[in-house]
């Protein structure tokens, strides 16, 4: 399972790096031969794809060793630095992208710069760069959700952007060509501006990736469900997970009689160990804290054990 996952991760990097590659040259060779500077930055936004797709290869590749002394868990949180990468690339994209539109529509206000006129055939490759992009968007966001990759899920949001710059870009050659080559430029800022929201999210959903972060509440609500079939469990305390790529690392605490003695209360942490991970697929490891049911933790609620949970502090942190 986990093989068929890394194929089909390093499928989706090298499939966008092979067409970026093909798409830099094609675009920027007729940007320059067909006086259309829209294209000519589509062909530079390309090449610069191609240099994080490099970069992602390597960590996915990474992120593929095994575990050892110094990672017991693995190395998959070399996913979550890629994504983060990426991300990055994305909000310094749109921000050269939104400066240089806006410098591009001053120039055209102020009167400094004007038209050539684009030879006809740049449109063709500008709508085929759309065509191709849809094809991508749809085609990695199908495998990030069949490898919860944050890596490919980073790489199906920039080949978006990319459709976006390149519609925008089809937009401003074809209005351009008839005599209104300001409406380039301004397209330009507008996308720069979803390109920069997209970049933020990705960022956002990436550094939370790397930090010990609360499980969603579906993920809880999964596992006190789980919890109530397991003989001995008198109440769930607290609940904490961190993510290692694809897998997740459990601590809880359990309340349970305090009657019982250690033997029989090891033998409940273990069987609630066995259920959480024979029931969640991503469980990798689940460490099972136990003491005497209290009568304050009764009855408590999902938000209530969450929220007492990020209270407590994180046991990956250093004392």
Do not use: C
């Not at 495998?143 to 949001?157: C, I, S």
């Not at 790529?245 to 009657?259: Q, R």
Request: net charge neutral; proline share 4%.
């Amino acid at each position: 399972m986990t093989h068929e996952r890394d194929r089909k991760s390093l499928h989706a990097i090298n499939l966008g790096l092979g067409i970026n590659v093909l798409l830099a040259i094609v675009k920027t060779t007729f940007g320059i031969l067909g006086h259309s500077p829209a294209l000519l930055a589509e062909g530079i936004n390309s090449t610069s794809d191609v240099a994080y797709y490099i970069a992602a290869s390597v960590l996915v590749r990474m992120a593929n060793k095994p575990a050892d002394r110094e990672h017991p868990y693995g190395h998959r949180q070399f996913e979550s630095i890629g994504s983060l990468l990426i991300g990055s690339f994305i909000v310094a994209t749109a921000v050269a992208v939104f400066w240089d539109a806006i410098d591009k529509v001053w120039d055209f206000v102020d009167g400094v710069a004007a038209s050539q006129g684009s030879h006809p055939f740049v449109l063709w490759v500008a709508l085929a760069t759309v065509a191709i992009k849809i094809f991508l968007t749809r085609y990695v966001r199908r495998l990030g959700r069949e490898t919860q990759n944050p890596v490919v899920d980073a790489l199906a949001y920039d080949h978006r952007n990319d459709l976006f710059s390149a519609s925008a870009a089809s937009v401003g050659i074809f209005l351009g060509q008839r005599g209104l080559p300001w409406v380039d430029p301004l397209a330009g800022a507008l996308v720069a501006l979803l390109i920069l929201r997209t970049g933020i999210f990705v960022l956002r959903e990436s550094s939370s990736a790397l930090m010990g972060v609360i499980p969603a509440r579906t993920l809880a609500e999964r596992i006190a469900a789980l919890l109530k079939d397991v003989n001995g469990v008198k109440q769930l305390e607290e609940l904490q997970a961190h993510r290692f790529g694809p897998h997740i690392v459990l601590t809880l605490t359990i309340g349970i009689d305090g009657a019982l003695s250690v033997y029989e209360g090891d033998d409940i942490a273990s069987r609630v160990e066995e259920t959480l991970l024979h029931s969640i697929p991503n469980v990798r490891r689940a460490h099972v804290h136990y003491h005497p049911a209290e009568e304050e933790h009764a009855g408590l609620t999902i938000d209530e054990i969450l929220d007492q949970s990020r209270r407590q502090k994180s046991p990956y942190q250093k004392t």
